[in-house]
């Protein structure tokens, strides 16, 4: 059984593996077109100075999302290789 | 309406469309192909209208070609990708429908490029991909085999670095091919979906009369995106058609099928699948990025305000500071030049016109053009480093407790610029709402037409030369803040009560630093400096020699004085009808003439003091502008400009809307009058009312 998280609450440096996501809202459409998929790797680079929204690395490009969404997106994190 | 794939006629040039993600270099491709000067920036959403331009192939045939705004997926979310979409399913009567199209996909990222490209390929049209930025693909370890790709997709794919013209020769004999192939890949359409695409096809052809290929294309955006508006803009679906959509959405949904999901995903598993063949990463790469290490600062809840303040502090001090010099010398030699004049020609009213009208009027505007050159200098910077999309990302915060996103703040920072390209840069915000709120709040921010009033009122504040630098640029920050906090005081205010609306999302690319392209901030510049000397010879002259009419005619009886000519003439009864209502904020009627025709141009103010003060001058010398207006009284023989009224007036100006012109754009924008006529009406109201507060509080004070 995988543990799956909040992307909102992902450590800032942790990359994770997306798992479940909305099917609507044109937020998730977006997110998706722009290849954020279940499936994808991402990673929280950080959060902007007062803590939302937050950019992530997704496919080799960095992206901007707000908490709000990013509440939405469950992850799996990748355990840090040591 | 014919939709299937036109081959150029021998009468005209074929044409080609430059399609790609945005901040992909469909610009700066496009400038190196046709030698004209689009905008270019290093943030997403620079372009939002399509421009045509003419290329010539190496054998010397005239190859038109347009470019566009970029987009992420055809299924457009806002204005600028719907421009895309149109033009490229022939749905624009102004823009011939593209023969063959020119994708662009930056190599350092070539999976979500890819994403559009895939949809495109669906068109049927012949299609070349360029592989932009493989200077810095190779920079960071990645190997992209374009034969391969090329071998994948049966299109000519052809490797670039568009910034620095390499790649040019080899894409231009490919767009000159005759035999340009059609793409062989192919794709499985999830199999629960595919029956429903065969059939929303079939309908589109027979009921909404779309080309065959094109058709398919739009099967696959509706069950991509579900606001049908999206993808078919504003011509409604046929009932049929429609109809089809929502019964099989209907069963979808009964059998938990997600169809859209299903459909990006296939897309991007067969990008995944062609990526792997196409994409080498040589060198792991170590640590974090130039990029990363410059946002760790810039993006920092401490420094990052810092660097935001230290550059804002830098760019009024250089205004203030370095301008000088160049300044002078203008002011100097347009004030030589008019009493060259004087002693030249014989006195009487054309001379008159010569040197209280135009170069009094001009001269006074163009004294300006070194600062604005600062002003356009640092804009640029900000512009082709990366920053503005920074800037975005930081003040999202804020500007959602507005109601608004950080998008909407890269068309109010490039308002400081001018309130035009900001109102057009609203074309990259997805909620319509927003973008009407952040198109009525824009033209607050004080733009570079301001500025002269500004300087000119801040040099009659503080005339003594032993004023610190830091007062004035005090000043001149407390404006700029100013028209900023009304600028979200009423988008608060908009989206609460006319224009509520969802909270927007903030989902959008940071694209990596770059190093300034010197060579296009100083084009930028230039192409700034003529549009300003253009407005100095045309709209600025023109209203300098129609004021000076409006002030020498009608005659006053012979013996009179200079001020008592103006005080009787046309325009000085204008500005006495405006006095009662300006009166109260503690300007006469020789200042309502300034604002009346400010309407035309904010810099108006200038020359218009310049017009109507400088006839007051003496014979043989033009005095300085600020010595002018010092020197003018009420009848009463207090003085005018006081500190207060100086400062009253910049309040004025930051909060009037007085420009023909962003009245003229806010009305194309929005498609009707009635948004510039209430922009209007709400700033100028606001100018008065808060301008009565001031001076009559200043008063009371006993200022
Ligand atoms: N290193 C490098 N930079 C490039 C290349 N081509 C373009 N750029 C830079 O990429 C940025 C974006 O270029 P633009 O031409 O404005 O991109 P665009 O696709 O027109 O962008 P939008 O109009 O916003 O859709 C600018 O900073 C360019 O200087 C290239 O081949 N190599
Ligand atoms: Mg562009």
Known sequence: MVETIKLSTLAIGASAVVREYPKQGNAFLRLREMGVLPGTTVTLIRTAPMGDPLEIKVRGYNLTLRKTEAEHVLVEPIAPRA | MSTAPTSPGPARAPVYALVGNPNCGKSTLFNALTGLKQKIGNYPGVTVEKKIGTAYSQHGHALTIIDLPGAYSLAARSPDEAVLRDVLLGRRTDTPMPDRIVCIADATNLERNLYLIHQILDLGRPVILVLNMMDVAAQTGLVVRAARLEKELGIPVIPCEAINGKGLVELKLAMSRHDLPLSRHSWEIPAPIAPAVSELAASLVDNDQRGPLIARAEALLLLTDQDTVRVAGSRPLSARTTEILRSWEKRWQGQGTDWAGALVNSRYDAITELCTHVIERSAVKTGASVSDRIDAVVTHPLWGWLVLGGVMAALFLSIFTLAQVPMDWIGDHTAALATWVKHTMPAGD??????????????????????????????????????????????????????????????????????????????????????????????????????????????????????????????????????????????????????????????????????????????????????????????????????????????????????????????????????????????????????????????????????????????????????????????????????????????????????????????????????????????????????????QTGRALGF
């Open chain 2, 350 to 695: 054309l001379r008159d016109l010569v040197t209280d009208g135009a170069i009094g009027g001009v001269g006074s505007v163009i004294t300006f053009l070194p600062q604005i050159l600062i002003l356009f200098f640092f804009i640029g910077l900000l512009e082709s480093t990366g920053y503005m999309a920074r800037a975005a990302f930081i003040m999202d915060r804020l500007m959602s407790r507005v109601g608004l996103n950080g998008k909407s703040f890269i068309p109010m920072l490039s308002s400081y610029a001018c309130a035009i390209p900001g109102i057009m840069a609203t074309r990259t915000i997805e909620d319509t709402k927003d973008r009407l709120v952040t198109i009525l709040v824009a033209p607050l921010m004080s733009c570079s037409a301001r500025l002269p009033v500004y300087l000119l009122l801040i040099a009659a504040l503080f005339p003594s030369a032993a004023v610190p630098v830091g007062a004035k640029v005090a000043i001149m920050l407390t404006m700029y803040a100013l028209g900023t906090a009304g600028a979200f005081f009423f988008a608060w205010l908009f989206k609460r009560t006319l224009l509520k609306g969802e909270p927007p999302l903030m989902i959008m690319e940071l694209p990596p630093y770059r190093l300034p392209k010197m060579r296009d901030v100083a084009l930028h510049m230039l192409e700034r400096a003529w549009l300003f000397m253009k407005r100095a010879g045309t709209i600025i002259l023109g209203i300098s020699i129609i004021l000076w009419f409006l002030t020498a005619y009608p005659k006053a009886p012979a013996g009179s004085t200079d001020s008592q000519q103006i005080a009787q003439s046309f325009a000085g009864m204008a500005g006495h009808a405006l006095e009662p209502v300006i009166k109260p904020l503690g300007f006469d009627w020789q200042i309502g003439i300034g604002l009346i025709s400010s309407f035309a141009a904010r810099e108006v103010f200038v020359s218009s003091m310049g017009v109507i003060f400088n006839a007051e001058s003496s014979e043989e010398n033009t005095a300085p502008l600020r010595d002018a207006l010092l020197a003018a009284k009420w009848p009463d023989g207090r003085a005018l400009f006081t500190p207060l009224v100086c400062i009253t007036l910049m309040v004025f100006y930051v909060f009037a809307m007085q420009c023909m012109s962003t009245i003229a754009v806010v009305k194309r924008e929005t498609n009707s009058w009635r948004w510039p006529l209430f922009q209007t009406v709400y700033m100028t109201g606001t100018a008065w009312l808060v301008c009565l507060i001031i001076y």
